[in-house]
């Protein structure tokens, strides 16, 4: 079964610090990956795709074949950028966004 | 433009009984994906539709089903309610879900009894 595993489920860094939230994935061909965010009492919303390769937020995220990884980083966190974060990626072999396999979700709190 | 609306926004249920849930894609989207999202973990795949069609099932028993409409919008059911459906229910448009970004509606909150 095609799993998505984000190890840590609370996350705590001081704003300004450097913030990692982990993903990996379950091996199969080259999957496409996604981070969502959802920010208090707001909508689970894209906050960026592998295959657009864009930088959201200052959110990047590289996917490591070699590791099966997909990590959000961002070099300076700020208080604004606390929410529940998922990793997910798409099922099957293909891009279709809408049958995503999702992982528990990492709630981030960026502390002042 | 709202977004995607779902309804009702929560309910209450008891074992046995059965529940319909409804979503109203965005305009011009024509893909619509429902999901379950169990209190502490994330969003479950049930079902994809697309141009009217199912799309994709995830490993959800027969007790659940879905249809879409000729507007795009859609319902899922549940029959024979057990308290493990106690969940959020989401649903997630798009215009085409092969390249296309899915956005979320705010879900449908079911608690069965």
């Known amino acids: 079964a095609q799993r998505v595993t984000q190890p840590e489920k609370l996350l705590s860094v001081f704003k300004g610090a450097p913030v990692e939230l982990k993903c990996n994935y379950s091996y199969s061909g080259s999957p496409e990956l996604f981070w969502y965010v959802q920010y208090s009492r707001q909508r689970l919303q894209l906050l960026l795709r592998h295959i657009s390769r864009e930088s959201i937020k200052g959110f990047t995220a590289d996917l490591n074949k070699g590791e099966t990884s997909f990590h959000l980083k961002k070099p300076f966190a700020q208080e604004e950028d606390s929410a529940m974060y998922y990793c997910?990626?798409?099922?099957?072999?293909?891009?279709?966004?809408?049958?995503?396999?999702f992982g528990d979700g990492t709630t981030l709190t960026v502390k002042p | 433009d709202a977004g995607v609306t779902q309804s009702p926004t929560h309910l209450i249920k008891t074992r046995g009984q059965h529940v319909t849930l409804r979503c109203s894609p965005i305009s011009g989207h024509k893909s619509v994906s429902w999901y379950q999202q169990v209190l502490g973990q994330g969003p479950q795949f049930i079902f994809q539709?697309?141009?009217?069609?199912?799309?994709g099932r995830g490993n959800f028993p027969d007790r659940f089903s879905a249809r879409q409409f000729p507007n795009y919008s859609s319902e899922l059911n549940v029959n024979a309610l057990l308290l493990g459906d106690s969940a959020l229910y989401l649903c997630a448009s798009s215009r085409d879900p092969r390249t296309d970004t899915q956005y979320f509606g705010p879900g449908t909150r079911l608690t069965v009894l």
């Open positions: 997910a990626r798409a099922r099957g072999f293909n891009t279709n966004a809408g049958k995503s396999t």
């Open positions: 539709y697309y141009e009217k069609e199912e799309r």
